[in-house]
Each structure stands twice: as structure tokens, then as C-alpha cells.
């Protein structure tokens, strides 16, 4: 229990005109060095959640419930706090590369604004830092890349530059949300083995979020469920993949078997193996 | 800047009144405020525009007026800028406090205020016009102009991806602001600048105009209309050429934030 890096308690979150609740009482461990996997489909308020521990929900979100980030919440804590904590001890990596870096801030400057932000290394060696972290993901001209605009990047660079920039400061823990949606497959294996290596160098523990069962038990340890703002099911990864008690997670394995699909049929969908009209959770 | 003939329209009818200023800072014709015998002269090749009512050389006075003319609109839009701009970025990151409301209303009540009014009551403060009281009215009376488009910028800006992720990497609220926001509305606070500076000349001609602006002793365009009054149905000259510099200046500055405008905004380039 006292090794918890994070601990979520009953979280909710409510968005003032919807009726239910984006996330509704969520509870969730991560330990240090763990790997954690949140599956949902769009809307289940899997990024609410994700955002709600960085502390950046918008104003008007109503958040209960308790997050426990070593022993202490959260919850209310103050801004200035919170932003010493975010990029340092907890970073994240978002979906879209394209829209996620700043358009007007060479990259070079912006992965070395986090170094900067929490006292990280010496003017000096910041640019050496920051080629050092951009060769670590994978970045192969890391020179060019620091002192290229975000436009001049593509996709899979891009990412890889925010993967750096949620690296560098070595966090305990990494949220990623979607990292590899946004990437085509091939781009996408070869980012998240890089993601892989980053993490074992740095010894941190990650929530990673995704709608993609396939890349989640890749990465992970543990997976948690989510639908319509709640867990329904959470467990290893082989309990999940193996013997799924919710028919809602059955239902996410069993379209992600493309196997047994004829040539030219149809492909399955969630509705074939469980009805929603019927669900009671 | 294909097919954008505001900009490079604009651009040149600025670059003329700049020019005429630089010139006018090494040589004009004559001395311009010496008053010499030959009054209300018709354009010659002696005196390109004529002389006026003291019988000061009118190219001469047009060349050195339009000095004060981008002088008033530099340091107006420059008292605009520098406090509209932080003033409308406070306002849309406190967007949700009482700040940012208060920030806002107060400019409200800024903007209702004429420029002509703010510049009598300073003019009556410090006991007499004068250059210095003329471009704190105007700068001050487009204080909300500059409050609001930077608001409107910013409260964009702070909706991207780019936001959310500089805040999560640790990013203080101040820090987002000077960083991020500030250099991704500069193009749209040029363009304020560029429709602003336009106002700026037309507001500090009226005001010379009506004695609230620069002292007789430095040639202004506006001054130079009022001076022409007397005279205003025996020799049009006299009015026509401050008229024409100040609506070319005028124009000219509106069409390059136009232009400046279409070239930032890639909705507005769709639609033509």
C-alpha cells in the first residue's frame, strides 16, 4: 500500500450539462516501476482520467474522489506546486504530434524548456542533454532536429521529440494517451519499442492509454477496463487476455481477431457479442 | 503574397510617407516654418506644392509633417500595444476569474470613451496640447482595441494541443503566457498594430486640427487643414495637399493590415 506511486480512490468527474459523469468512481493503483494499461473506446473517459491526475482538467470540471501521488493528494493542490511536479516526477505524452509542440519554438528549445523548468542542467549542458535524449528515441540527426520548427518534423519525429521532451527529466511516472493513434503501423512498432527502451532506462512506471488491446498488452504489466466512466474489469495481463469476465472486454478481444475472418467478410464488432441495449453495469 | 494587392498596395503608400520622413530629417526644400513675402503661391517649379497663407514653402511643411505624423502614430500604437496586448492575454488566461472580467469591463469603459474627450481633458490637466498629450489620448483610447483582439488570439491559442502539453511538462501559468501565447498572436497583433496606426494619424490630425495637438512651431498635416481655413474657397491648395498626404497615410496603413490580415488569417484566403 505505502509502495503505491499513485494511488486513485472513487474519482469522479462531472462537466456541468452532461447528465452522467465523464469518469464515475474510479479506483486504480500504480507501483513504482509498474506498467499499467487503460483500454476503453472513445469517450469512456479514459483522457479524463489521464488529465485529472496531471491536474488539467478545465475550470468548470467537477472532480471527487481522492488521487494520491506518494502518500500525498492531489486533489486542490495548488497550482504552483502541481507544475513542479508535472514534467518532473510526472510527465505525459499526447496523442496528436502534429498539434502538441509549440509551432512558433524551434523543438531543440522546447525539449530543453522542460530541463530548464525544473532545474535540470547548466545552460551549458542543456544542448547536450537534449541531443543526448533526442538520440535516445530514436532520432537519428539529432542537431538538424533541435533546430527544426514542428512543421518541418514529421509525424513519427514529432513524437518522438515529445516522448523526449516526457523523458528527460527521468519521471516516475509516464502517462502516455494514444501515443501511436496518430502514427501509421510500421512508425508506431518502432515508437513503441523506443518507448519500451526510454522506460527501462528510466526506471519509470506508465499508464498507457489506449483504444488498441493489440498495443496495450504490449506494453503492459496490468490492464484495466474502462466503459462509460467506470472500471469494469481490471487484472493482469494474462487474466484479461485470457479470461475476460465482462462481456464487454470478451467482446474487445474477440474483434481484435482478425484471424478468423473469411476474405471479404465482415468484420466483427462489439455489438455481436454483447448488446448494449442490455447492459446493466 | 500572390493575388494580395492590399499588401503590396498598402505597403507602398506607407513606404512613401516613410520615405518622405527620412527625407525630410536631411533636407527639404526650405526652411519650413520661415515666413517669407511670397504668400499663397500656386505650384511652380520653385515651390513644388505652392506656398501657404505665411508664405511658408507647403512641400517643404508636407515633407516635415510626415515626421510627426509617424512619430504619433508609433508611440500611440506603441502606449496601445504594450499595455492593451498584456492586458488581454491576463485577461483570457484568468479568463474564468474575476480578473479576467474586470480587465475586460474596464477597457469596456475605456472604449466607450472618445479619444477626442480623454485628449481635452488632458490637454486642460496639463494646461496646454501638445504632441506628448495628443499621443497619450490616442495611445490610451486603443488600449481596448489591442485588449480585445489579444484576447480573442490568446483565448484561441490557449485551446491547443500545444497548451495542455506545455502545462503537463510543468509549464507555469505565466511561463504559457510569455512563451507560448505571446509569440502565436503576434501576427494577429500586427495586424491590429498596422489598422490602429491608421486611426492613430487620422485622430492626431483632427486633434492638430483643432489646436489640441502639436504647437504652431512644428508643421503638422492636421495644422496645416486648419491653417488653410481662411483660405479654404480662394486657393484649395493649400488644404489638398495635407488632405491627400493624410488619407494616403490613412489608407495606406489600413490596406496593409488588410493585407497583412489575409496573408495570417488561411480562412480569409478561401474565400477569395
Known sequence: MTDDLLTIDDLSVRFPGNRHPAVDRISLRIGRGERVG??????????????????LLADNAKTTGSI?????????????????????????VFQEPMTALDPTMRTGRQVAEVLRLHGGAPAGEARSRVLQTLAK???????RVADSFPYQLSGGQRQRVLIAMALINTPDLLICDEPTTALDVTVQARVLELLQGGLDLAGSALLFISHDLAVVSQMVDRIAVIYEGRIVESGTRSQILNAPQHPYTAGLIA??????????????????????????? | MRRNPALLIGAAMVALVVVFALISAVWTPYNPTEVTPGRLLPPSTAHLMGTDGFGQDIASRVLVGARSCLLVGVVAVGIGALLGVPLGVTAAVNQHSWLGTVIMRATDIVYAFPALLLAIILAAARGSGSTVTAMTAIGIASIPAFARVSRGAALQVLSQDYIIAARSAGTTPGGIAWRHVLPNITPVVLVQASVSFGLAILAEAALSYLGLGTPPTTPTWGRMIYESQPY?????????????????????????????????????????
Open chain 1, 38 to 55: 487503460l483500454i476503453g473506446e472513445s469517450g469512456s473517459g479514459k483522457s479524463v482520467t489521464a488529465l485529472a491526475v496531471m491536474g
Open chain 1, 68 to 92: 494520491r501521488w506518494q502518500g500525498d493528494e492531489l486533489l486542490g493542490m495548488h497550482d504552483a506546486q502541481y507544475s513542479r511536479l508535472r514534467g518532473e516526477q510526472i510527465s505525459m
Open chain 1, 137 to 143: 528515441v530514436g532520432i537519428g540527426d539529432p542537431q
Open chain 1, 255 to 281: 474483434t481484435a481477431d482478425l484471424a478468423n475472418v473469411p476474405a471479404g467478410g465482415r468484420l466483427p464488432v462489439l455489438d455481436d457479442f454483447w448488446k448494449r441495449t442490455d447492459r446493466g453495469h
Open chain 2, 232 to 272: 479654404l474657397y480662394t486657393n484649395l491648395n493649400l488644404a489638398l495637399w495635407p488632405g491627400l498626404f493624410i488619407a494616403i497615410a490613412v489608407l495606406g496603413f489600413n490596406l496593409l493590415g488588410d493585407g497583412l490580415r489575409e496573408l495570417v488569417d488561411p480562412t480569409l484566403q478561401d474565400v477569395r
